[in-house]
């Protein structure tokens, strides 16, 4: 199975999560769900947080994660994660396009979030809220492509308060970057 490779959505959400951690405390505990290829651990080591964890269901995704030093653990999302270990952020890069027949197998793991583009995403919010610390927060991703009315509805149905933080129009789609906090 390929690794994502970091595109346009990488970027954006390294960039906002850059200028998101400029005021937190360096020793916040911090969750890079979905970490791929890496980008987003590194942009939090890269601005001195050392204390975070890594999870990918990509057993490819890990060893590369290992091989570059970062504390890793294979997980469909917080399936293997202890329900004791809780986060003061939580970063997640989901797949959050709609299901396309046409597209390989091995490549949907990284691209799909389920038949409407959205599934993943309100599964990983239901989860996450238990592995929040008080004050915790998520920095989430996802696409006009992922019906954003349909996320930010069950997220406030669910207790959350939601801020966008930052969006980037591209020529197909606009990409969004929201704050999700209990």
Known sequence: MEIYSPSDDSYLLSETLKSYLKNKHKNIKILDMGSGSGIQAQTCKDSGFKNVLCADINSEAIKHLKKQG???IKSNL???IDKKNKFDLIIFNP???P???KEPEDSKI???AGKRGYEIVLKFLK???SHLNNNGSILLLFSSFSQPAIIKKQAEDSGYKIKEVSDKKLFFEELFVYEFRI
Do not use: V
């Open 127 to 129: 989860q996450a809220k």
């Open 78 to 80: 917080f399936l293997n």
């Open 99 to 101: 299901e396309d027949e």
């Open 110 to 112: 990284n691209t799909t």
């Open 70 to 72: 970062f504390n890793s």
């Open 95 to 97: 797949p959050y396009l």
